[in-house]
């Protein structure tokens, strides 16, 4: 097991990760009793399989570990599904508490269902071919 891409917490502006499927663009923010991760995640949609045209589930998390790349804190968001290509990046904020004073490290992960087709309205289920994608705090 390694851990994933990761940068030094703190006060950082214009800040870049790179990983397999995605890049993330951000800056950490002081927002007095909470700080803040906010920016962009860019697909490597080059890298998905010809056949897909879905994000049929996207779920992007943001971790901060300590010295030793434990994780301290996690802040998830998940997405609606919708069109690959459709928005060139996906808005990323997320925050925690002031009190993460053991954060020493920065990293994000994702997972995602890439699918051939939109989920079907009703049932959300999938229709084609489909293929789960996941990078986390820890990889092996």
Request: no cysteine; glycine share 8%.
């Amino acid at each position: 097991m390694g851990h994933l891409a990761h940068e030094t917490w703190g006060n950082t502006e214009n800040s870049q990760i790179d990983m397999k499927f995605w890049r993330f663009q951000y800056s950490t923010v002081d927002l007095g009793e909470t700080v803040g991760v906010i920016g962009n995640a860019l697909p490597n949609s080059e890298l998905y399989p010809e056949w897909t045209s879905w994000y049929g589930q996207l779920t992007i998390t943001a971790y901060l570990s300590d010295a030793n790349g434990t994780v301290i804190a996690k802040d998830s968001h998940s997405y609606l599904p919708r069109p690959i290509g459709a928005e060139r990046t996906i808005p990323l904020e997320f925050t925690f508490e002031a009190d993460t004073v053991d954060a020493y490290y920065i990293s994000f992960g994702y997972r995602m269902v890439l699918t051939e087709h939109s989920p079907d309205v009703v049932s959300g289920a999938q229709r084609g071919k489909m293929q789960i994608v996941q990078e986390d705090a820890l990889h092996k």
